[in-house]
């Protein structure tokens, strides 16, 4: 008796990923991941159970990956509000084109789904909430990290082409308010 192959699914997250970059998000089907990563679009199905799925568990290591990323920027010491945004900044600045792009496509696939979005909410949620009143450059900080964002998701939903020049200035002004917000803090 033969044994079932069991299926990896970091190797079909590697496959679904590298779709969405050599297509650019316009031909991620399930035949496409499938053929990418060698398995039957059965077993993919099996893995998976819909496409929306397979984009939820690529968003949420797309997600992890991210976070990790910006916890590694910040060690483990206590952080400020402004830090963590500043992180997340930096650590966008440091993303090549095709890795946002990516993020972009992933977020904004599972719009149709809000309950799936739960992982991006709690990223926004954590960089958010702590922008409160009582932080002196609350707002800028607020506003500049919306613009970053809303940058971002534009772009994600096919509305705006924004250039990698162009985002990086976007991300480069909202660094310098939260670097601005900062200074003014410890003034």
């Known amino acids: 008796m033969t044994r079932k192959k069991e299926i990896d699914r970091e190797k079909v997250l590697d496959a679904a990923e590298a779709v969405i970059i050599d297509s650019d998000g316009r031909s991620f089907t399930l035949d496409a991941v499938a053929e990418r990563a060698g398995i039957s679009k059965g077993g993919l199905v099996y893995t998976f159970g819909t496409k929306d799925e397979l984009i939820h568990a690529a968003l949420e290591r797309e997600v992890g990956r991210f976070r990790e990323a910006v916890r590694q920027r910040l060690g483990d010491r206590p952080l400020k509000a402004a830090e963590l945004v500043l992180?997340?900044?930096?650590?966008?600045?440091?993303?090549?084109?095709?890795?946002?792009?990516?993020?972009?496509?992933?977020?904004?696939?599972?719009?149709?789904?809000p309950d799936m979005l739960e992982p991006v909410k709690e990223l926004y949620r954590s960089l958010f909430e702590p922008l409160t009143e009582a932080l002196l450059g609350a707002n800028e900080i607020r506003r500049s990290l919306l613009a970053v964002e809303g940058a971002f998701l534009l772009q994600g939903l096919g509305l705006a082409e924004i250039s990698p020049s162009e985002m990086k200035a976007v991300l480069l002004h909202a660094r310098n308010v939260v670097f601005a917000s900062l200074a003014e803090a410890v003034a």
């Open 87 to 113: 992180a997340h900044i930096d650590e966008a600045l440091n993303e090549d084109y095709a890795s946002t792009k990516k993020a972009a496509f992933l977020v904004t696939a599972l719009v149709h789904a």
